[in-house]
């Protein structure tokens, strides 16, 4: 075995060890322009996402001839009620997806996919969500997170050719990192992969949690901890791992509250021996190889709550249209009214959003870590509240199950389902809180290059000085584009008609929100991390201009090419901006009056114990019935519980 050197117990981590994993992990380069990076600094870049940028013709015919086999499947061969029913997608279902070339959606033709564009992906993706939102989640957890992507993007042409045709051909993949004792903190992370046969290959040894298609998946990304040893730097690696190998085994096949037919496991690895050709990139590169697949692997989030929105309104509009109260259909009442303009103008917010980030992501010409993150962040909770204003404007038949209201008679609209099975999307890839972290990180991130070294304690006086200097240079040149622009101009981006004046807004509530960073900047200095809450509505004002941003230019482009529907693209857009700027004003009211203080306070009362008394009077029936994480131990006589829905690809 390799000579290991001593490496840090992840058990032991502490916040300050673990926040420097997390920033190692982080790409720190900005090689390509970011419209949404620009944004939060107060510069509003309309030239990066305008014009509307749109598809090669020949990519648009061939994605359009894949969407259209992929439509005949759904409607012919695909039930979701069956999947929801069962808690199962059946076989034959994903054997009907392999033989069209799901599975191979993004995988270029050269290594047997279909090579279609990230809008096209997406457009499958809402497509597969429309018929069960578990089929969305097979597919993107394989091509999103699972080893296509990362091998298509940081694999050896050895790498691609060995495994890329296998997962185009029906080897369903599955991403590993989350473990029962770390989630969003990827410095816990415990799985080892020990270095064996000279390097040769490495035992990996560990229990990883929650791994969406692990229970039926051929092929595995895992994320494994490598200990630094006279071969390597060690750290935390990527390895493509055969799912059937050796001391692999499938523990438990997990029930959530929605998502019904989605194969989500615990997987253990008792040494596992995986070559060290299986390695992807370097040891050490994991993490970043992780957050650089998830930069487009999130845009998945918002192309299926996007569906969802779409749906909601379509039943929105039929119900509020056929059902009558008081002498008059329900929509007809304002109370109704308000729910169905909010979930119309959301509905078309989404898909703008979701659009214009997935034709950058396919032009190639801009930095999107920003902005796939927005996406998912605003569209998986607005997509939320879109379904629960369903469900309300249902009213009792929005809480029956769609089985229930068939069993009676009725049309089985499954309204509860699609509110249970959209609300792991705000925890999906990044729940909304880590995304506020990860997006506001990024967002302050001029000033942390700039007074970085002006705010850290480790630095001496000299540092400090030195710093002090450089961030007044940054700072003295910054200021001053802050103060004024074209949004303060009636008759700045006039081409835009009657949406010019949200376009100004943009400009001019960029500025503001850089000014008000600022001020949270030179108020707390080093300590602004810890201010979550001030963090995460700069965030939140930032997506609502981002969002306000895409519809105009969405609404533009449909009015430039002389869609039949332009007029009505560019109401949409107006009412949605009319409806986010509330929501900007409120939030920047709270950037500085709101309860954080008082509420934080309370917290730490509530878990040292200071208020037990008020939870006198209940019952808790889970009392008694294991730990909060359970250990890692290997139960005894453990049944392997995978399952293979395809032959394997290859010979094991």
Partial sequence: MTDLKDSPDPHNIGEREARQVAEAARETRWDKPSFAKELYLGRFRLDLIHPHPRPAPDDAARSQAFLDRLRAVCETELDGTVIEREARIPDEYVKAL?????????????????????????????????????????????????????????????????????????????????????????????????????????????????????????????????????????????????ADSPGITVENRNAFMGLRGIENGLTRFDRVRVPAANRIGREGDGLKIALTTLNTGRLSIPALCTAASKWSLKIAREWSGHRVQWGRPVGRHAAVAHKISFIAASAFAQEAVLDLTAHMADQGRRDIRIEAALAKLWCSETAWQVADELVQIRGGRGYETAESLRARGERAVPA????????????????????????????????????????????????????????????????????AG??????????????????RYVERTSRRLARQTFY?????????????????????????????SACCVRARMLVDDGDPDSAHAVRLADVFARQARVRIERLFDALWRNTDAADEALAKGVLDGDFTWVEAGVIDISEGTGPWVAEPAPSAKTENLARRVLPPTTAS
């Fill in 520 to 548: 949270g900047m030179a108020r707390w200095q080093g300590k602004l991390e810890h201010k979550q809450g001030f963090l995460a509505r700069v965030v939140d004002i930032g997506a609502e201009l981002f969002a306000i």
């Fill in 416 to 483: 509860e389902q699609i509110l249970r099975d959209l609300r792991i999307n705000r925890i999906f890839e990044g729940s909304t809180e880590i995304m506020h972290l990860l997006i506001a990180r990024e967002a302050v991130d001029a000033h942390l290059q700039a007074a970085g070294d002006v705010i850290d304690p480790d630095v001496d006086l000299p540092g400090k000085a030195r710093a002090a200097a450089k961030a007044t240079g940054f700072y003295a040149r910054w200021l001053p584009q802050l103060v």
């Fill in 98 to 242: 392999a033989r069209i070339g799901v599975f191979g959606m993004k995988i270029p033709e050269a290594y047997g996919g279909a090579g279609l564009t990230q809008v096209a992906y997406n457009r499958a993706l809402m497509l597969l969500g429309d018929v069960h939102p578990s089929l969305g989640a097979l597919v993107s957890a394989h091509q999103s997170i699972g080893v296509p992507e990362p091998v298509k993007q940081f694999g050896s042409e050895e790498q691609k050719q060995r495994f890329l045709p296998r997962c185009a051909a029906g080897a369903i993949t599955a991403f590993l990192l989350t473990e029962p004792d770390v989630g969003s903190d990827p410095a816990r992370l415990a799985a080892s992969a020990i270095p064996v046969d000279d390097g040769e290959a490495y035992e990996i040894d560990g229990v990883k949690l929650w791994t969406t298609n692990g229970v039926i998946a051929e092929l595995l990304v895992v994320m494994a901890r490598v200990p630094a040893h006279d071969g390597g730097r060690g750290g935390v690696t990527a390895f493509v791992v055969e």
């Fill in 486 to 503: 074209s949004g303060h101009l009636p008759a700045s981006y006039g081409d835009f008609g009657e949406l010019a004046p949200h376009v």
